[in-house]
């Protein structure tokens, strides 16, 4: 399951990702959260506390949460964060889908 959302949008984002994870049927569950700046991004905790939970529990499930900045200095970006905006290639890198040629992207995090 690939979720991509944008600021507030969150609030769903983190519905759907609760419902995918009580159901149990989703082998991959990918978060991808865009925001301006760091600061702007809501629910850091509970987003945390998810993937603390799928990391502990013995579900198959895997959950990643991959932040995006558009306008957080480039310097600041530690793991798991992005710096850019939304495009084909970034939704190709985080969902690891398979580019034009058929190969799988790499991940351009930090």
Do not use: W
């Amino acid at each position: 399951v690939n979720i991509v959302c944008f600021g507030v949008g969150i609030t769903e984002a983190i519905e759907i990702v609760r419902g995918e994870l009580k159901r149990g049927d989703a082998k991959r569950i990918i978060l991808l959260y865009a925001n301006r700046y760091r600061e702007d991004a809501f629910f850091r905790k509970e987003l945390s506390e998810i993937q603390a939970r799928t990391q502990s529990s013995s579900t198959d499930c895997i959950f990643r949460l991959a932040y995006l900045y558009s306008r957080e200095d480039k310097n600041s970006m530690v793991d798991g964060e992005l710096k850019g905006r939304v495009d084909t290639d970034l939704l190709k890198d985080v969902f690891d889908l398979p580019s034009s040629s058929g190969q799988i992207g790499k991940h351009r995090e930090q």
